[in-house]
């Protein structure tokens, strides 16, 4: 069974970080990728950033770089995406995705910035 678990999601101030894992276990554990996209009220879904297992190849949102880091720990089947100078516009629900072909995604966890 597949699940992909993501928690960290919370209230914070602008300017401040949060730090978002998701673990994900009864996937493959080669040639995936695996990453973030949120969705903000009344707006569509972007894709924050992805990194591949094989090279650790990233992906970032250009509104997110140089203030997300996306990292993946293969012992622990877990994919973290550590969020600096947070701002009110990153507020969304985050979402976790592992892609290889297919996709599964996990329940979402909130993200909220206060200006």
């Known amino acids: 069974e597949v699940h992909l678990v993501e928690s960290g999601g919370g209230l914070v101030q602008a300017g401040g970080s949060l730090r978002l894992s998701c673990e994900f276990s009864g996937v493959p554990s080669t040639g995936y990728a695996i990453g973030w996209i949120r969705q903000a009220p009344g707006k569509e879904r972007e894709e924050v950033s992805c990194?591949?297992?094989?090279?650790?190849?990233?992906y970032y949102k250009d509104s997110v770089k140089g203030r997300f880091t996306i990292s993946l720990d293969d012992a622990r089947n877990t994919v973290f995406l550590q969020m600096n100078s947070l701002k009110p516009e990153d507020t969304a629900v985050y979402y976790c995705?592992?892609?290889?072909?297919?996709?599964?995604w996990g329940q979402g966890t909130q993200v909220t910035v206060s200006s």
């Open positions: 990194i591949r297992d094989s090279d650790r190849g990233t």
């Open positions: 995705r592992y892609r290889r072909g297919y996709e599964y």
